[in-house]
């Protein structure tokens, strides 16, 4: 996984075929985070290959857990008292370190976690999360680039309302709220399949959780909690990056472990856009017959349209019949991607959060760059419709959310290399 690495792709073929998803990073990573709470030996299934799993897998083994890995499990043994520290050299690797915020401070009364690094897509403020924390009584502050949040006498439940329903805060939030004294509700919560996971997780482990996936979200703290073994949810911006390849390509791709609840609205697009989407008994098939139509989206937290298939939508408009307009409302520089894509001939104008986007019938082959995983993938779709050859530089953003993206790609008849 050379960072030097890139994808080659020569465009032009249908996508055909069978893929399996795997387990949702977003889901995985917090989950193992989440271990934390209870003392013993927590096992987590269907847990994707990836590198910030090994990333999650050295933090809580610097935390003093021990952690073993085989296939698709993982095993987390947590000690009595687990250590505070969360140190930057890891940290800055992956946002999601942010997640043993809270279950640090809920079990052993204090947290110094790094300041986060990870994707480049734009300002993503700790504010919610050390405003929460507060609520429930822990004094939190930032000092030589840490996260320091201390909460020696435990935690207190509290109403906590989120001005934006961000899914980092409300999962620090809950995590630290299941072993507080009293009730906690979150307003405005997160309602994210990713939160329901880590919920039912936490109700598995003993917690006392009301109104997953809904915007008010009541816990009610018990004394302690036990390990558990519990299976992660797939993924559901692969499944959404298949459905797009195969609406792209003009395909037929079967997309084995995928859940249409969990992409209502990006399906619904695909939909209005010419693809013809069908259940299956374990996923969903999608086909398409002609040239995509141009359609218009907005991004929203769940359940809107997904930021993380911001690059996809717009990838499909710049060969799609007509003009359109997609808007972007949760990530500020998720249009760095737009640069890279006109380099292979789409005619995107951005103004602001806006993207303008008319469909031309052929994109042309050329060196692209992936900034960050999803727009490493939507480079990736692009080339697959591209007239000749493609370079996507940087391959380790896209090995970070698609495990064996290549394989997966040659399995349904792209002609794409790895080099």
Not at 121 to 143: M, N, P, Q, T, V
Request: net charge negative; hydrophobic share 45%; glycine share 10%.
């Amino acid at each position: 996984m050379a960072s030097h690495d890139r994808f080659r792709i020569v465009g032009g073929t249908s996508l055909r075929g069978q893929v399996s998803v795997t387990g949702a990073k977003n889901s995985a990573l917090k989950l193992m985070a989440a271990s934390l709470l209870a003392t013993g030996s927590t096992t987590i299934r269907n847990v994707p290959d990836i590198a910030d799993v090994d990333i999650m897998a050295d933090l809580l083994t610097r935390l003093g857990c021990t952690v073993k890995r085989a296939a698709d499990t993982v095993q987390i043994n947590v000690p009595a008292t687990p250590s505070h520290r969360a140190d930057y050299d890891l940290v800055r690797k992956m946002r999601a370190s942010i997640n043993v915020l809270g279950p640090l401070v809920a079990r052993v009364g204090r947290a110094d976690v790094a300041l986060p690094g990870g994707d480049a897509i734009g300002s993503r403020g700790l504010d919610f999360h050390i405003k929460g924390l507060e609520a429930l009584g822990a004094k939190a502050h930032i000092e030589h680039g840490y996260v320091i949040a201390e909460a020696p006498h435990g935690l207190t439940g509290a109403p906590v309302d989120l001005d934006f329903p961000s899914v980092g805060a409300t999962e620090n939030i809950m995590t630290a709220a299941v072993l507080a004294k009293g009730v906690t509700t979150i307003d405005n919560a997160a309602r994210e399949p990713d939160i329901v996971d880590l919920g039912e997780f936490l109700i598995s482990m003993g917690a006392k959780i009301e109104g997953l996936g809904t915007p008010m979200i009541t816990i009610t703290g018990v004394t302690t909690l036990s390990p558990t073994d519990h299976t992660t949810i797939t993924d559901r911006i692969i499944t959404g990056t298949w459905a797009f390849a195969a609406a792209m390509t003009r395909g037929d791709i079967t997309i084995q472990g995928a859940v249409a609840e969990h992409l209502e609205l990006p399906l619904e697009k695909l939909a209005s856009a010419g693809a013809i989407i069908t259940t299956t008994a374990d996923g969903i098939r999608v086909k398409m017959d002609g040239r995509p139509q141009a359609i218009d989206v907005a991004t929203l937290p769940y359940p809107g349209f997904p930021t993380d298939l911001l690059p996809m939508v717009i990838a499909l408009n710049s060969i799609a019949d007509g003009h359109s307009l997609v808007t972007e409302n949760v990530f500020e520089s998720r249009f760095m991607f737009v640069n890279e894509l006109s380099r292979l001939g789409a005619q995107v104008s951005v103004d602001g959060h806006h993207a303008s986007i008319t469909g031309v019938k052929e994109l042309s082959g050329a060196p692209v760059e992936a900034h960050d995983i999803r727009a490493g993938a939507g480079l990736i779709l692009a080339a697959l419709v591209a007239d000749g050859e493609t370079t996507v530089d940087q391959a380790f953003h896209v090995d970070r959310g698609y495990p064996n993206f290549a394989e997966q790609l040659q399995g349904l008849g792209a002609q794409v290399t790895r080099e």
